[in-house]
């Protein structure tokens, strides 16, 4: 059973957190790991199952600067 998690309005504002994704030449997420919580689990899970529900993400042609740039990881802020 799937449960649903919802972030109430008041417990939204301010929200950040950090993942760090690892991206495969295609643009398929192969690793991601929480690097900073916000501090609300909800908020966190929410924002990782959009990650990987965007998989594959767009990623540049040039492999040299795809390589460079998130070959080994890039962390990336989200905020609300």
């Known amino acids: 059973r799937q449960r649903q998690m919802c972030i109430r309005d ?3 504002s301010g929200l950040r957190v ?3 994704l690892v991206l495969s030449s295609s643009g398929t997420v192969v690793d991601l790991e929480l690097i900073d919580s916000s501090g609300n689990p ?3 899970e929410s924002v990782k ?3 990987l ?3 594959p993400l767009p990623v540049p ?3 040299p600067f795809f390589e460079r ?3 080994r990881g890039v962390s990336i802020e989200f905020k609300f």
């Open 69 to 71: 740039t998130f070959g």
């Open 18 to 20: 950090v993942y760090e």
């Open 53 to 55: 529900i965007a998989s």
């Open 42 to 44: 909800a908020y966190d």
């Open 10 to 12: 008041r417990d939204r």
């Open 61 to 63: 042609k040039e492999q």
């Open 49 to 51: 199952k959009a990650i």
